[in-house]
């Protein structure tokens, strides 16, 4: 018996759906384990997540804080490079983000670099092709995980990089970096020397978003991922002001904006399983090239 294509993904489709529901209660109990065990304290410890819920401007965030300068993780970033034998031009590879989690190691992680289907804007990307797993894709930005190739190229001059020195230092300057360990191409400029971007203050759509930021000192890293579920008046989304403001809040001098909408994911490990820990802004998580996460030494 031969099944048609549109059959395949319907099935496809439908068995994403009941693996990934947003109900299942043990995936919630493992979330709030987590978030508790790492819940910040007056010590500040070296890794915390908590949750920030803005009623007046309607978002939820997730934030992630990281000590630097503490030997115990490391933030490091993973690509899955587009197969060997495709037959479409792509520098990239779509995958669940928790199997890219799991094969990277991170124990939390979050999406990156923005992507477009080959020959396609990243707008144009929108549709189901960007779903299926495999599928290969070109990378909007630099990219170059530890030790590996370069990816992309950089989407502007003056756009934000985020990289690790060879000294184990970590920067977000707008230059890019001649020897890095590994960097990643932000899409747009948040918060500059302390300040909100001007071009940000423009920008008051609300989406998913995913960002981060680094503290004055070059201390604190700070990731902050907010969902969107326009079902639900707590998770709207954030507007790049939102956003900006609440990284200065938390602590970043510089923050810069990544790949969001659809793509916007936040991966835990818990023991030897991954779990999504924000719901999709659709009814199925989107599979992405890029993670950067935080894993343990």
Known sequence: MRLSLSTLLIAYFGLGLALSSWDDS????????????????????????WTKVDPKHGYRAEIIRLDLHDPTYEIDLWVNPAYTNSSTLGDGRLEPATSTARVADFNLSVNATPFALPGKTPLKSETWRSYIPGSPVQLRGLTMPRGGPIYGEQVAPNFPILWQDINGEYWLTDKIPQRAQW???????????????????????????????????????????????????????????????????????????????????????????????????????RPIPVMLGIRER
């Open 183 to 285: 960097m990643l191409n932000g899409f747009s400029w948040l918060v500059s020397d302390g300040k909100i971007d001007r071009k940000t203050e423009a920008d008051l759509r609300k989406a998913a978003r995913t960002a981060v930021g680094i503290s004055k000192d070059k201390k604190w890293l700070y990731i902050v991922v907010v969902p969107q579920n326009n079902s639900n008046p707590r998770n709207l989304g954030a507007s790049l002001p939102n956003l900006a403001n609440l990284l200065i809040k938390i602590g970043a001098h510089n923050a810069a904006n990544l790949d969001g909408g659809s793509s916007t994911t936040f991966v835990i490990k818990d023991g030897s399983s991954y779990e999504c820990a924000i719901e999709p802004k659709r009814w199925l998580s």
């Open 26 to 49: 043990s995936r919630q109990n493992s979330i709030r384990e987590l978030r508790s065990k790492l819940a910040p304290t007056e010590d500040h410890k070296p890794l915390s997540w």
